[in-house]
């Protein structure tokens, strides 16, 4: 049987689903999923994982101009 394409993504930790928030950080697009049930966060930038410490990295630096 096949899935649709768009699945949401599953928390790695407790493999609910987790909720897709898109932001603009420095004109760049970022998603932001977090899951409610265990507070997992992870970034996502163009189909590639960030970690969490690179994009406040990018926040505090874009704020301080
Ligand atoms: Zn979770």
């Keep these: ?4 394409d ?5 928390c790695a930790k407790c493999e609910r689903a987790m909720v ?3 932001l603009e950080i420095d004109a760049e697009l970022r998603t932001l999923h977090s899951c409610s049930h265990c507070d997992l966060r992870i970034w996502e930038a163009a189909g590639e994982t960030l970690s969490l410490e690179g994009v406040l990295d990018e926040i505090a630096d874009s704020s301080a101009r």
Aim: charged share 25%; aromatic share 0%.
């Design 1 to 4: 049987m096949k899935r649709t």
């Design 6 to 10: 768009v699945q949401p993504t599953k």
């Design 20 to 22: 897709s928030l898109n």
